[in-house]
């Protein structure tokens, strides 16, 4: 069975710094990998995705991944952040011709401004 | 942009009631999930569907809870006797398998106090 784990569990920063959190996963196989937002008090949002490819991809608000496939990995990062970026963040993965995602733990990011 | 929609977006119920949570798959999509957040833990998966019938489901979906897809549209997640420890958001995904680039579509969730 696939796992993610998500080491950093509450991310403080000041505004301005730059963001790293990390991802990384446990699979046999081709995964398609995800990083969702949670603002407190809502949805899910997608903020970036990767299938195959470039492996480093760029989303929304900034943000970017890299997958490295040697080591399981794919970490979010933004070179600085903003008060407004004060969310929960899951690295989710789902195999091919899958929808069921696994759910990382989540980091809680803090940025004071 | 089509979404996956839920309803209602509050739901408080006593104890030991039934609920049921209601969703809106996006039409061309085969694949519908429940998904499970109390508050303050991670995303959990409950269960998949296809083809009218349970693909999947983990050990939180036990016999208090069902699904169904009553109409061509609609896609329900059932708690026969609520429990306090059933209060968390619930998420209502769909997705269209296409090769190897599968993404599920999450809707907006619905949040389920029990008291």
Same mark, same amino acid.
């Given at each position: 069975?696939?796992?993610?784990?998500?080491?950093?569990?509450?991310?403080?920063?000041?505004?301005?710094?730059?963001?790293?959190?990390?991802?990384?996963?446990?699979?046999?196989?081709?995964?398609?990998?995800?990083?969702?937002?949670?603002?407190?008090?809502?949805?899910?949002?997608?903020?970036?995705?990767?299938?195959?490819?470039?492996?480093?991809?760029?989303?929304?608000?900034?943000?970017?991944?890299?997958?490295?496939?040697?080591?399981?990995?794919?970490?979010?990062?933004?070179?600085?952040?903003?008060?407004?970026?004060?969310?929960?963040?899951?690295?989710?993965?789902?195999?091919?011709?899958?929808?069921?995602?696994? /759910?990382?733990?989540?980091?809680?990011?803090?940025?004071?401004? | 942009?089509?979404?996956?929609?839920?309803?209602?977006?509050?739901?408080?119920?006593?104890?030991?009631?039934?609920?049921?949570?209601?969703?809106?798959?996006?039409?061309?999509?085969?694949? /519908?999930?429940?998904?499970?957040?109390?508050?303050?833990?991670?995303?959990?998966?409950?269960?998949?569907?296809?083809?009218?019938?349970?693909?999947?489901?983990?050990?939180?979906?036990?016999?208090?809870?069902?699904?169904?897809?009553?109409?061509?549209?609609?896609?329900?997640?059932?708690?026969?006797?609520?429990?306090?420890?059933?209060?968390?958001?619930? /998420?209502?995904?769909?997705?269209?398998?296409?090769?190897?680039?599968?993404?599920?579509?999450?809707?907006?969730?619905?949040?389920?106090?029990?008291?």
């Amino acid at each position: 069975a696939q796992s993610v784990s998500q080491h950093n569990h509450h991310v403080i920063l000041s505004e301005a710094a730059s963001l790293e959190l990390g991802c990384n996963y446990s699979y046999g196989g081709t995964v398609n990998l995800f990083w969702y937002v949670q603002y407190p008090g809502q949805h899910l949002q997608l903020l970036l995705k990767y299938f195959s490819g470039d492996p480093l991809v760029k989303g929304i608000k900034g943000f970017e991944a890299e997958f490295i496939k040697s080591k399981f990995s794919f970490n979010l990062r933004k070179p600085s952040v903003q008060w407004s970026d004060t969310a929960e963040y899951f690295c989710a993965v789902n195999p091919p011709n899958a929808g069921k995602s696994t /759910f990382g733990d989540g980091t809680t990011l803090t940025v004071k401004p | 942009e089509p979404e996956v929609t839920q309803t209602p977006s509050h739901q408080v119920t006593q104890m030991g009631q039934e609920v049921i949570l209601r969703c809106v798959p996006i039409s061309n999509h085969l694949y /519908f999930y429940w998904y499970r957040q109390i508050l303050g833990q991670k995303v959990e998966f409950l269960v998949s569907f296809y083809n009218n019938e349970i693909s999947e489901k983990s050990e939180i979906f036990d016999d208090q809870f069902s699904v169904e897809r009553p109409d061509g549209s609609n896609f329900t997640l059932k708690i026969r006797s609520t429990k306090l420890e059933d209060s968390a958001m619930y /998420f209502c995904a769909s997705s269209k398998p296409t090769g190897g680039n599968t993404e599920a579509f999450f809707g907006q969730g619905t949040r389920l106090t029990v008291v």
